[in-house]
């Protein structure tokens, strides 16, 4: 088994219509923590030896959040910025988060067939994430494609209940050691690897 840390970031959460049913659907599952990070630290003022114990603590790191301007809301960087210290997590003699798995779980207003080279919002969603991807490998993580939720202002209420049931087999099959690390490497979105969607 392995653990997994949720960083969960919503920074207005009463209004969420996609992300909250997401995250209710991990939430009861065993060795998943859930860190809500607005709710946690309203006022932005990171506890970093709580978040660095959590890390240590984790083999699976998610952090999952809507897509706000092409990245993630402002409390993700100010918990990189903080966390990641030089000497624990980076640097010749910042091992601390060696080996580990990073993966980004977002929701998206744009719908998918938007994020390519040719579509409306020009790039893809790997290279809008590029910042996340090569924050994970300086800090000698491995990082994983990522769980979308694109096309959400369109989404039925039973799309999102479907949405979170895969994203709920994904968390389960990762502490259940379940994932094939080098195939999910090889894939764009880390929904690919759930062909079994429903699992309760
Ligand atoms: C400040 C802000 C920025 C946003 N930026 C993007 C964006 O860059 N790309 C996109 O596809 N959607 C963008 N959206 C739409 C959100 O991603 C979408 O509303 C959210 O994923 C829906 O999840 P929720 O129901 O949990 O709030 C943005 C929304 C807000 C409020």
Known sequence: MSNVLIHFAHPALEKSRTNRVLIDAVRDLPSVTVNDLY???????IDIDREQDLLLRHEYILLHHP???YSAPAIIKQWEDLTLEHGWAYGKEGNALVGKKMMNVFTSGGPQEAYTETGFHQFTVRQFLT???????LCKMIYLPPFAVHGTHRMTDEEVLAAALQYRTLVQRLT?????????QQSVYANDLITQPYSL
């Open 131 to 137: 910042p996340f991807e090569r924050t994970a490998t």
């Open 67 to 69: 897509m706000y301007w």
């Open 176 to 184: 259940a050691d379940d994932i094939d690390i080098t195939l999910a």
């Open 39 to 45: 709710e946690q630290y309203p006022d932005f003022d």
